[in-house]
């Protein structure tokens, strides 16, 4: 059978014979625009395979004789549109026949050029409106291969949609449906051929700009819920409750109700005073609506080109027979990873907790990883995800999603002069303190800080070569003092720090209590030490010798700047020891100090957290890794505001941006910040996996690991099982008390060919330590509990 060279990975245009077409009044159309229909009617001899490879500037959804095409949601993906842009190459053999056929496929303006952004964010960022690029590809029997591309054949027109924007919502009105819009026209008195116009087919597409088939999974419909209780708020709204924060929208069917009815969804994370809370989702109306038909057998709805991050969705004008409740469900949305984690313990809340996390990742990781998905951002922040991927890599698969957006990173990058952009895809932002172009530590760490944990999760040195440049065109890039400090940031640089520190003010969330320079100079340190160690995996010497020339200077100078030679730090704050502890900036002596002060500021605060975006992830393990497991753990079950289970407490199903998103008394935190729905706080899982359960990584890609469970507090027992490159490694420990102090100990572990385990289990008064391969391993051991528990807080007074 003959073939045709298809389409390289790499983007080979010449693969392409399709035009770009649009629909001929694009230009001018200011605002938001329904959404086009495009539509071929083509005839086949008969044929053994057919493909459909395909992609749109925009968001499509495409047909074959009625029926849709794949299980994509939101396709082509979000990219940085200006140089890269994904197709899909679907096989559609089952779709078609002999004979006549019709491709129709709808398009919507999707991320490329629907508002998007900062601060209620900007329309067309990457171009004026939309574009469909499609060719079916026919191979017939007779050993021939035909192509059908898009081209000045092809008709279009507005469809049902009238407004699709991923802030806003749909607006579908049924009464505007195209009959036979993607299906052969049956003869007879329905011609409806006058309603479609030729498309315009636009000049070839830059040739800066790579087609590629990018490297993720797409974001799919993964999951129905259906609502747990509807409710009937004091203003007489029906409201249903899906008992879950989710991300995704809402399905209807049993509509029924007179023709040009409209049915309007709203959808919020929250309640306050039993209403739809919607002031923190700001420029963001996060509403769809329906448009009724009138069929009296019933109507279904779905919204295809928006999305939305709710718990709550108030349906208004239900005029249907059917109970509402039975009548709607949610579907949940986001890019189809394999979830490869998974954590349980004997404390309700932490499997809370545990939940929440999972779901707030889920939720977040919807075509490139962003903040929060419900508000008017939903954007690719770098810091967010530079200070999570340690985290995400544990729970879900997100290799290839992750490389897709970091080759984006690089783009960006280079477009800014080498500098990283605050949000990638690049969605240009107004120019407030911090944004475009202007250096920012943690946020541009990103370029270092998430291939790092891709490799060391797969042990895959291809993802340190593909972002080596990025890397170091960054560190090349970022400003040093001109004078004194010259290894240490530009001191005259904003940073925005330890983001979200609850003392800092709800308006100013880059005030918190640690100096941001000291924090910013912490993860310099931890870049170049990463350098070190990726220039030596990438056996670059000479790069390697200079990293290192640089790490010891910086080091040095930070030491000097901020640290005693007794060990406390010139911010006296949890943030700070808790970073200055895991990065390896003190001295064994100054970090014994820096532990003891750090448990100081802990008990002194009552266990409650004091740390923002940046120390957060750091806060447990310091205080392990200095011999202080149970203050970690009176933190971790604390949950009183600020701690990790007060919002559990509260009701939360998922992460939240601030640590009192929600306030005691049930009010919204009037901070314009206010996401019930950002994982950054979730960093906390690695903890759990790593000590409460015991399961840690010790070499890239998984070749060694060590059970280590740290028992302590009332925990009596974890588990935590993650499938690696190797296969599935698992650990769960139990234990039993007898006597006054003594314990009884079982552990089951689990070890896949090709990795190495090291066990630490309490015996006695000691360790047992034994190192394991292949195999399932039970160990049964006695030991004494010599751990204070409850750690008392520090008296009032001291
Ligand atoms: C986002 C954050 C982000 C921050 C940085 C916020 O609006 O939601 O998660 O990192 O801005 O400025």
């Known amino acids: 059978m003959a073939s045709v060279k298809f389409i390289s990975q790499n983007g080979d245009k010449q693969d392409w014979r399709c035009d770009r077409i649009a629909a001929p009044w694009g230009l001018n159309t200011p605002g938001p625009d329904a959404e086009w229909l495009f539509r071929k009617d083509v005839c086949l001899k008969p044929f053994v395979h057919a493909k459909l490879v395909i992609t749109t500037q925009g968001v499509y959804e495409a047909e074959i004789n009625g029926q849709i095409v794949g299980d994509h949601f939101m396709a082509p993906g979000w990219t940085s549109y200006d140089r890269r842009l994904q197709y899909q190459t679907f096989d559609v053999t089952a779709n078609l026949l002999n004979g006549r056929n019709c491709i129709g496929v709808r398009v919507a303006e999707g991320w490329f050029c629907g508002r998007i952004g900062f601060e209620g964010g900007h329309r067309n960022i990457w171009g004026p409106h939309p574009a469909l690029m499609a060719q079916l590809e026919i191979y017939y029997v007779d050993d021939t291969v035909e192509i059908i591309p898009t081209d000045s054949t092809w008709v279009v027109q507005r469809g049902p949609i009238q407004l699709a924007e991923i802030y806003n919502g749909e607006k579908y009105d049924a009464t505007r449906e195209v009959p036979y819009w993607s299906t052969i026209v049956p003869e007879g008195p329905c011609d409806i051929s006058h309603t479609w116009q030729p498309v315009l087919c636009m000049p070839p597409l830059s040739e800066r700009i790579m087609l590629t088939s990018g490297f993720g ?46 049915i309007v969804i709203s959808h919020a994370e929250v309640l306050e005073n039993q209403e739809l809370c919607i002031r923190p989702l700001r420029q963001c109306d996060a509403v769809d609506e329906y448009i009724l038909k009138g069929d009296q057998a019933g109507e279904k709805y779905e919204p295809r080109f928006t999305f939305h991050g709710f718990r709550y969705a108030q349906v208004d004008g239900w005029t249907s027979d059917s109970s509402l409740i039975d009548s709607v469900e949610a579907v949940v949305c986001h890019t189809d990873m394999e979830e490869i984690g998974s954590f349980a313990c004997s404390d309700t809340l932490v499997n809370q907790l545990y939940h929440n996390i999972r779901w707030g990742m889920k939720g977040n990781f919807l075509s490139v990883p962003t903040d929060c998905p419900q508000r008017d951002e939903r954007l690719g922040w770098s810091g967010d995800l530079a200070l999570f991927a340690p985290t995400a890599v544990l729970l879900f698969n997100c290799y290839d999603f992750l490389k897709n957006w970091l080759v984006d990173v690089w783009y960006d990058q280079q477009t800014l002069d080498g500098v990283p952009a605050m949000v990638t895809p690049n969605a240009t932002l107004p120019d407030p303190v911090w944004c475009r172009r202007k250096p920012c530590a943690i946020w541009h760490d990103v370029t270092i800080l998430a291939p790092w944990a891709l490799y060391g999760e797969t042990g895959k040195v291809e993802i340190l070569e593909q972002q080596y440049d990025s890397m170091t065109t960054w560190l090349q890039k970022l400003p040093r003092n001109k004078e004194g400090c010259t290894h240490l940031w530009d001191t005259s640089i904003f940073q925005l720090g330890d983001w979200l520190d609850p003392d800092a003010p709800p308006d100013a969330p880059w005030k918190g209590k640690t100096d941001a320079q000291l924090v910013a100079n912490a993860f310099l340190i931890q870049s170049l030490d990463l350098m070190t160690r990726i220039t030596a995996l990438l056996h670059k010497t000479g790069e390697k010798v200079e990293f290192e020339k640089g790490l010891n200077a910086a080091k040095k100078e930070f030491q000097e700047e901020y640290v005693t030679s007794n060990g406390r730090l010139v911010s006296d704050s949890q943030a700070a020891y808790a970073i200055a502890i895991c990065f390896g900036l003190l001295t064994p002596t100054q970090q014994e100090r820096a532990g003891d002060r750090l448990v100081y500021l802990v008990r002194k605060n009552n266990f409650r957290i004091g740390t923002g975006f940046a120390g957060t992830p750091f806060l447990c393990e310091a205080l392990a890794l200095t011999g202080h497991i149970q203050v970690a753990y009176a933190m971790l079950l604390e949950n009183k505001c600020p701690s990790w289970l007060y919002p559990v407490t509260m009701g939360a199903t998922t992460v939240w941006e601030r640590w009192d998103s929600m306030l005691p008394d049930g009010s919204i935190n009037p901070g314009e910040m206010t996401s019930f729905n950002h994982y950054a706080f979730g960093s906390i899982a690695k903890f759990l996996y790593e000590r409460l359960a015991g399961l840690q990584r010790l070499e890239p890609g998984w070749t060694k690991c060590r059970v280590a469970p740290c028992i302590g507090a009332e925990f009596s027992e974890a588990s935590a099982s993650h499938e690696t490159p190797l296969g599935i490694v698992s650990c769960s420990w139990k234990t039993t008390h007898f006597g006054k102090k003594q314990s009884r100990l079982e552990v089951q572990i689990t070890v896949p060919p090709g990795m190495t385990c090291e066990i630490f289990l309490p015996e006695g008064s000691g360790d047992l330590q034994k190192t394991v391969g292949q195999g399932e391993w039970t160990f049964e051991t006695c030991f004494t509990r010599e751990n204070e528990w409850p750690v008392k807080p520090l008296p009032a007074k001291s």
């Open 217 to 262: 999974e797409p974001v799919r419909r993964i999951e129905i819920i259906k609502p747990v209780q509807q409710l009937l708020s004091p203003m007489g709204k029906s409201i249903l409750d899906f008992g879950q924060n989710l991300v995704g929208y809402v399905r209807l069917r049993n509509i029924k109700g007179s023709r040009g009815h409209k």
